[in-house]
């Protein structure tokens, strides 16, 4: 193990401080964990009374990690849990659910009532255009309240609905289509992004002629250009409008599947992740309860995308079901200036955001005068998933965002369905880098290649050793595909594919994707350790390292680094001597390419898998319609370029 990943996992706890500590919350997480020692389904039985059920389950858990199910023979309905029983409430009826902000600046709140009588009009619309409980709808929609209105209606009559992501070209929204096999789709006739309009409808368009299951097209008509439907599209505000009642609420048995999300799909075609009714409502109440710890008057910006499953857990789904008020913003948060974040927060009264790290790091990029201006005394959390969360940036939003706030980050797969190892909020101290401890009800290891337990501090394969409701039931119409890809290599556990340590305290370091592992002249080691140490140094706002191939050594680190100031051709030599002094020579970088900027997802993801693409070929090789910014590439592109003349 390099020496700094053992500094970084040897470090000491940060303690929380009284300010943010909850009594209330260390108090609840004491009963959980110790529910979890006595047995997991003790503990999940417990969150299951948190919900109201339409007939209670007979069974808390049957069977094993590649065939289970949770809450056996229960009947229960997400919309009912995350909606109607606020809206029914006195005490929450007019409490805001949901505070969106589009990029424009336009503003739309809705009450838990409101958006109970939005809901079960819309799903009375699909019901009329003949979705059936099973059916599947897609919802290709940028961050808006239909998409609320539009998940929450198809749990509400049983049907199945997938997400597609608002920034997928043509064929990738056509693949996802076809695999998914939509009765209907529901879209916006563009979106707003960095003051300019993505068209939604015009790729649906053409994406949908190849796919023959969509009958009828629901269109949110969000720039109120009036776009001229065509045939087969109806208006969404007219078919609400004109629906009478409420549809009925389907009695879903908790295992039925209640919506489906592709993975990338950057290797072979996407799989579509399916995940459950029951299962998939107890754990993202359970994550959101723990990893936010909401309070009565709570504000809670999810800034992620709704086409990333962060969204549908901590916001649509596990925020509602804690009769959170939510806020959701649009566009990007630089748009039309850097202060767009603060703005947000300040204009919305936020107190918790959830956000992907790179969203912490653009915050650092902008510097702290912002930080001056604008100082959040409401903003008591900050919470990242998504993403490597390196310590540096850590320590800045936790000594300098809003005054200093707790930082907590957590980890989660597609697949996992929700977060499931993080300090818990108002209760944990935390490690700056790590992903804290399992939170109750989940269970995992570190493995060999051979999937022998190897001791705390050492390096090796992240699996999962018990189910827990949230973690995926299949894959869609490819149940072998399902078996082979997670259970296959180390059979009785769940694979993650991405390797950790778990230190003496306990808390998980995740270290990357197996496949980010690299063999430098026969040793081997993630290329998150040395991306750490770039980070590490003052000047390097952003960077990422991959493996490219190499002649003499089969594979060599290679870095991106976007520096803020400072002489490049010295930062350049600065990281280069830091990554041997701490790693040794076998890790030195092979190439240093400056760039202005890297490639990310709309949620803020670093492409690292297009940053191989063009240091290797000159250009990228996979797919690219989920970059947020084509001129990223470019830029690297040019980098690689200058760099190899």
């Known amino acids: 193990m390099s020496d700094n990943l053992h500094d970084l996992i040897s470090s000491p706890l940060i303690p929380l401080s009284r300010k943010w500590r909850s009594p209330t919350y260390q108090s609840e997480a004491t009963g959980a964990r110790a529910l979890h020692d006595e047995s997991p389904e003790q503990y999940w039985a417990w969150v299951a009374e948190q919900f109201r059920w339409i007939r209670r389950y007979d069974t808390v858990v049957e069977g094993e990690l590649s065939d289970f199910r949770y809450f056996v023979g229960g009947r229960i309905n997400i919309a009912d849990n995350c909606v109607d029983r606020w809206a029914e409430n006195p005490a929450t009826r007019d409490k805001y659910a949901v505070i969106w902000e589009g990029e424009p600046g336009d503003v739309r709140k809705l009450t838990y009532a409101q958006l109970a009588d939005e809901v079960g009009r819309l799903a009375a619309g699909l019901t009329e255009l003949g979705v059936e409980r099973g059916d599947v709808v897609a919802v290709y929609l940028p961050n808006t309240v239909e998409a609320f209105t539009t998940i929450h209606a198809c749990n509400r009559i049983g049907a199945i609905y997938t997400l597609l992501f608002a920034g997928f070209s043509e064929e990738a929204t056509r693949s996802r289509l076809e695999q998914a096999e939509p009765k209907v789709v529901v879209v916006a006739d563009a979106g707003y992004r960095r003051s300019k309009l993505v068209p939604l409808l015009d790729t649906l368009r053409r994406a949908r002629t190849s796919v023959p299951s969509v009958h009828r097209t629901i269109v949110v008509d969000r720039t109120g250009r009036g776009v001229a439907l065509e045939q087969g599209e109806v208006d969404y505000r007219e078919l609400v409008a004109r629906q009478p009642e409420p549809a009925p609420m389907a009695e879903m048995e908790a295992n039925d599947p209640a919506f489906l999300i592709f993975t990338s799909g950057t290797e072979s075609k996407p799989k579509g992740i399916v995940h459950s009714v029951g299962g998939f409502l107890a754990g993202t109440w359970a994550n959101v309860h723990w990893q936010v710890g909401p309070e009565t008057d709570d504000v809670y910006w999810v800034a992620a995308d709704v086409g990333w499953l962060t969204f549908p857990i901590q916001a649509v789904v596990g925020g509602l079901a804690n009769g959170m008020t939510i806020v959701c913003y649009e566009g990007a948060l630089d748009t039309p200036t850097p202060e767009r974040f603060y703005e947000i927060c300040h204009n919305h009264c936020v107190t918790k955001v959830l956000a ?127 078996l082979g890809t997670y259970f296959s290599r180390f059979p009785g556990y769940f694979a993650t594919n991405d390797e950790a340590v778990i230190d003496h305290h306990g808390h998980v370091w995740i270290l990357g994707r197996s496949d980010d592992v690299i063999n430098i002249a026969a040793h081997r080691i993630s290329t998150m350790e040395i991306e750490e140490i770039v980070n590490s140094h003052p000047h390097v706002i952003e960077a990422a390292v991959v493996g490219i191939p190499d002649s003499a050594k089969g594979t060599v680190p290679a870095a991106f680094v976007v520096i803020k100031d400072g002489d490049p051709e010295r930062v350049v030599d600065e990281v280069r001597v830091a990554v041997t002094d701490h790693l040794g020579k076998y890790a030195a970088l092979g190439h240093i390419y400056v760039t202005a900027t890297v490639p990310k997802t709309r949620t803020g993801k670093l492409m690292r898998r297009l940053l191989r693409d063009v240091a290797t070929y000159g250009e990228p090789r996979g797919d690219t319609s989920s970059v947020e910014d084509h001129s990223a590439i470019a830029a690297v592109a040019q980098a690689v370029a200058a760099a190899n003349t």
Request: with cysteine; proline share 9%.
């Open 356 to 482: 992907a790290p790179t969203v912490l790091r653009m915050l650092r990029e902008f510097g702290d005068e912002l930080t001056v201006r604008h100082p959040l005394p409401e903003l008591n959390l900050v919470t990242t998933q998504g993403e490597l969360l390196d310590s540096a940036t850590f320590t800045w939003a936790n000594t300098v965002l809003a005054g200093g706030v707790p930082v907590v980050n957590a980890y989660g797969q597609t697949e996992t369905g929700s977060t499931w190892t993080y300090p818990i909020c108002g209760v944990d101290d935390m490690k700056a880098g790590s992903v804290g401890i399992p939170a109750p009800g989940h269970a995992c290891l570190v493995v060999d290649d051979d999937g022998t337990p190897v001791p705390p501090g050492s390096k090796g394969n992240l699996v999962l050793s018990h189910p827990f409701p949230t973690l995926a039931r299949t894959v869609w119409k490819d149940h072998e595909r399902f």
